[in-house]
């Protein structure tokens, strides 16, 4: 191996012709850092938003949960949807039996709208369905559900 001393600023650097030979040239150097730094904005930039706040999470897995609890009861059970949204009662009877678990929300950044990923456990079973994506809207300090789907289906919305 051999070793060649360059001199830089005043100061001798030994650097070693074999390593030398494998840098590339500082031009190309700072075109792939710039090339780097182009894709790692353009994929942090289409971020749809960011995860729940522990306020809005709370909020959210409350109104995840209470939507398999209250389908027997409609007054309630409207409630938790936004008017237009509100599933009807052939779709509320689906509910029977399951318990509706929040995986994981993502909020916008305005606050106001979220994604919700929903999970179905089949309460005779254990068995776990899904998960689906909910679209939920924010009405003052409530969450309410504006696009509601069950396992194996689309959803529905307005």
């Known amino acids: 191996m051999?070793?060649?001393v360059i001199s830089k600023g005043g100061?001798?650097?030994p650097v070693c012709q074999k390593w030398q030979a494998r840098m590339p040239a500082?031009?190309?150097l700072k075109l792939r850092l710039v090339g780097l730094l182009a894709v790692g904005l353009l994929c942090g930039c289409g971020s749809a938003g960011t995860p729940a706040a522990p306020e809005d999470d709370h909020a959210i897995r409350t109104l995840v949960s209470h939507v398999s609890e209250y389908h027997a009861t409609p007054k309630q059970f409207e409630t938790l949807f936004v008017p237009e949204a509100t599933p009807d009662q052939a779709t509320r009877a689906k509910l029977r039996g399951m318990m509706?678990?929040?995986e994981g929300?993502?909020?916008d950044d305005a606050g106001t709208t979220a994604t919700a990923d929903v999970v179905y456990e089949v309460l005779a079973t254990g068995e776990i369905l899904g998960p689906v994506e909910w679209k939920?809207?924010?009405t003052g300090e409530q969450w309410k559900v504006?696009?509601?789907a069950l396992?194996?289906?689309s959803a529905a919305s307005p």
């Open 2 to 4: 051999r070793v060649e």
């Open 11 to 13: 100061a001798d650097i």
């Open 26 to 28: 500082p031009r190309v």
């Open 100 to 102: 509706t678990k929040l």
């Open 105 to 107: 929300a993502v909020v």
């Open 136 to 138: 939920l809207v924010k």
């Open 146 to 148: 504006s696009e509601f």
């Open 151 to 153: 396992p194996g289906e």
